[in-house]
């Protein structure tokens, strides 16, 4: 039932931009680290060719996908609608992790509503793009975004984001490199 595509076209684009939570996952390369998979929200994704995309990361309590993507690469992305006509799609592909003052940095957090808590952009070369039945999905109703994040980036302040993400963004749990001290 699963179809591979070449690339992303207007029709998977549409769809992709519709689906109002996503989800990423990621690796060390260490047998002994941990895999880890992040859901994410917000207008924060965007498809930026037929083989690549990218999303405006924010800040939170860890730095596992950075981590993981500035080690080895790999990434999944997974999309899966939750309305009446099941669906999943992922991307596989290899990431770059960019930070302010960066060409793509700038690129791709234009596209979206600015955000306090924006910290890097995350962009993935795909290598493959597929999708599958979902038909395991359970049917639910999108009934909005949380604005707990922007509440909380918005009361510590642009020094406080940068107070918290020195502490607990620098490294991954496994004590992989994250975000650089101070950015």
Same mark, same amino acid.
């Given at each position: 039932m699963g179809k591979i595509f070449e690339g992303i076209d207007e029709n998977l684009k549409t $769809? !992709? *931009? +519709?689906?109002? #939570? $996503?989800?990423?996952?990621?690796?060390? %390369?260490?047998?002994? /680290?941990?895999v880890n998979i992040s859901p994410r929200g917000h207008d924060s994704f965007s498809v930026l060719g037929p083989n690549q995309v990218a999303w405006v990361d924010y800040t939170g309590s860890g730095v596992e996908t950075i981590a993981h993507i500035r080690e080895n690469g790999r990434v999944c992305l997974m999309f899966n609608s939750f309305d009446d006509?099941? +669906? !999943?799609?992922? %991307?596989? @592909? +290899? @990431?770059a992790v960019h930070l302010p003052g960066e060409e793509i940095f700038e690129k791709v957090v234009a596209l979206h509503p600015e955000h306090p808590s924006t910290?890097? =952009? !995350?962009? =993935? *070369? %795909?290598?493959? !793009?597929?999708?599958?039945? @979902? $038909? /395991?999905?359970? =049917? #639910?109703?999108?009934?909005g975004e949380r604005e707990l994040l922007r509440l909380q980036?918005?009361?510590k302040g642009a020094a406080g984001m940068e107070e918290y993400r020195a502490q607990k963004n620098s490294l991954s749990i496994d004590g992989l490199p994250g975000l650089p001290a101070s950015m």
């Amino acid at each position: 039932m699963g179809k591979i595509f070449e690339g992303i076209d207007e029709n998977l684009k549409t $769809w !992709i *931009q +519709r689906q109002p #939570m $996503w989800f990423v996952a990621t690796a060390p %390369l260490s047998d002994q /680290g941990h895999v880890n998979i992040s859901p994410r929200g917000h207008d924060s994704f965007s498809v930026l060719g037929p083989n690549q995309v990218a999303w405006v990361d924010y800040t939170g309590s860890g730095v596992e996908t950075i981590a993981h993507i500035r080690e080895n690469g790999r990434v999944c992305l997974m999309f899966n609608s939750f309305d009446d006509r099941p +669906r !999943i799609v992922r %991307l596989h @592909g +290899r @990431g770059a992790v960019h930070l302010p003052g960066e060409e793509i940095f700038e690129k791709v957090v234009a596209l979206h509503p600015e955000h306090p808590s924006t910290r890097a =952009v !995350i962009s =993935v *070369q %795909l290598t493959r !793009i597929s999708d599958s039945c @979902g $038909w /395991g999905v359970p =049917v #639910m109703e999108f009934a909005g975004e949380r604005e707990l994040l922007r509440l909380q980036a918005e009361k510590k302040g642009a020094a406080g984001m940068e107070e918290y993400r020195a502490q607990k963004n620098s490294l991954s749990i496994d004590g992989l490199p994250g975000l650089p001290a101070s950015m």
